[in-house]
């Protein structure tokens, strides 16, 4: 069985650090792209990054609204991929999805992993 | 890249059909055949219901189909059921080779 699980979400004050670890099973996790979608509280979808794969040299891709302040990882001998968030904004409050990508759609997504941003 | 447009609450009776539209441009929804709806109820992970425009995961209803006309998809639920009340998004790849997500849809079973 597919499984994605993030860990690692929080409270932290504004312009402080957060580590995201996203956790997958049940299939050959370094073959795929792994992407991070947040969901801000009572509104909609939005992509943040992605995680190539090491065929494609494990390029990454931001949304623009977090380019220089997030930076994604990957461990696949952990089965890992990882969102490294610094100087985060209270617009970055938001429940944090990781997702594998499967050609251009998002077949599995984790449980979600709250992310609060306050003072 | 803007969000996809989507209206924001559609509403059908059980047993009914509805559609729900995602209009963005041909640098997006027109350009590619992938465009992908996701389910969502409260409280809970997106789930993939159609992929490439029209196609279906193994073990969603048939009752979800997709298509596309120009800059704008749709997703049709056919025989409303009570199960179908969730939100729903659309997304597409587009030419800056990132997907982006619609603005979303809550669809209310009467």
């Known amino acids: 069985e597919v499984q994605l699980v993030e860990s690692g979400g929080g409270l932290v004050q504004p312009g402080g650090s957060l580590r995201l670890s996203c956790a997958g099973s049940g299939f050959s996790f370094s073959d795929y792209y792994i992407n991070w979608v947040r969901q801000a509280p009572g509104k909609g979808l939005e992509w943040v990054g992605r995680m190539k794969n090491k065929r494609n040299i494990y390029t990454t891709q931001y949304v623009a609204s977090v380019k220089g302040r997030f930076t994604m990882s990957r461990d696949d001998s952990m089965n890992s991929v990882y969102l490294q968030m610094n100087s985060l904004q209270i617009e970055d409050t938001a429940v944090y999805y990781c997702t594998r990508e499967n050609g251009y759609s998002f077949d599995y997504w984790g449980p979600g992993a709250l992310v609060t941003v306050s003072s | 890249q803007s969000a996809l447009t989507q209206p924001a609450s559609v509403s059908g009776s059980p047993g009914q059909s509805i559609t729900i539209s995602c209009t963005g441009t041909?640098?997006?929804?027109?350009?590619?055949?992938?465009v992908s709806w996701y389910q969502q109820h409260p409280g809970k992970a997106p789930k993939l219901v159609i992929y490439?425009?029209?196609y279906r995961p193994s073990g969603v209803s048939n009752r979800l189909s997709g298509s596309k006309s120009d800059n704008t998809a749709s997703l049709t639920i056919s025989g409303l059921q009570a199960e179908d009340e969730a939100d729903y998004y659309c997304?597409?790849?587009?030419?800056?080779?990132?997907?982006?997500f619609g603005t979303g849809t809550k669809v209310t079973v009467l």
């Open positions: 490439d425009v029209s």
């Open positions: 997304s597409s790849h587009t030419s800056s080779a990132t997907p982006v």
């Open positions: 041909s640098s997006d929804v027109g350009g590619y055949n992938y």
